[in-house]
């Protein structure tokens, strides 16, 4: 029987040392804000890891250290989809990698999913028993107690780095002090340090390195030790609207919708308490959101308003992180979202431009993925492209584009239009 828990509850070292103890065979899959990291144990040793993480993706996980230019990857993500070649296969082929390059980089990236895991110190876990079926996932060969000595260390090290840096509106500017020669020898320093502009917060530094939260962080926490870059202040974090208060469905919004249905009434969305494991041997708890709450969602996206089905579904979610039925609701939601923005707001070969100047659209309350997306617009880049080369989840860019658009911050172009 599968068991799952939060790590709030129950360490990552706790369920990594019980796997290596028990000789177990397994998946060990962990959630967090909806991106899953999936670890394939046998007789207790870790064997492959996957990752949703957008960061762990290889064309990202090539940027942030510097390998490839984001039009690189633009170019070869192109090419990707025609051709359903794997990307590394690709970028080996332009030349822009050697076979050697790929091989280690690929091991890299693997450490980097399993002990970025380290850095989740509040995520939904679960454990189910017997062989993974799914081939698509990077081999490793790793002892537990490797994995465990090394988390440790980082984990370490990111309390440190998060005593500096402990709010994401955090403002760099660079000092007078000349930054260390190696920093303009290594291209992934050297693209966090040419960041620091006295004005990104460190949550936009972070997608502008495309890199993980731990090493952008400790680059830039050795930056501040050195004397080379300070913090210029805070800046609230924009994190986009607030959706509208969840309405509560009622009897009749569960039948058959009549001719002039009234409005359901606003209010909170109920539920109870989501289940934690406090011992690895807890049994997968039943599911913890209303009924009432996963049929008014089912019934929107059965309407096609994915919009207010994935408001609804979003703050169940913040409540509910580990609810299975919740999950599959919200990934089938997700999807509709996705295909109905291709299909009538964000036509993928739509060129994005800006519809003011930048200086009113930076005169407003920016979350950091708009601050993202903005510098990335230029007239010239399609919706694709652009979704291609941000290091967040397509859903999550569509769902920004689709609120700039609606800001009056960006408009849509035809390609031809565009370039004239």
Known sequence: MPVQGNLATMSLTEILQWLGNAGKTGTLSIERNKVVKRILVREGRVIACASQEPSDMLGHFLVS?????????????AQQESTKAHLGRILVASGALTEDELRVLLEDKAQETIFGLFDWDDAEFRFADGESPDTNIFAVNMRVEDILLRGAQRWDEMQ???????????????????PPAEVFRNRMARRIFESINGERTVAEILLHAHGSEYLVTKFLYELNRAGVAEVAGVKPVERGP??????????????????????????????????????????????????????FARRLLNRGEFDSALEILDRAYKAHPGDEALRRILAEAEASFVEKAYRHYLPPRKIVALSKGMEAITAERLSPTEFFLLSRIDGTWDIKSIIQITPLREVDVLRTLKRMREKGLIELKDPVAASA
């Open 65 to 77: 250290r510097g390998k490839i230019s984001e039009e690189t990857l633009r170019n070869a993500l």
């Open 160 to 178: 440190r780095f998060r005593s500096v840096f402990n709010d994401p509106g955090i403002v760099l500017r660079r000092t007078e002090r000349k």
């Open 242 to 295: 607030e959706p509208p208060p969840v309405p509560i469905p009622i009897a009749e919004d569960l039948l058959p919708e009549p001719a002039a249905a009234p409005a359901p009434e606003p209010a909170k969305l109920g539920g109870k308490k989501p289940v934690r494991a406090t011992a690895v041997e807890t049994a997968v708890a039943p599911s913890a959101v209303e009924d009432g709450d996963l049929e």
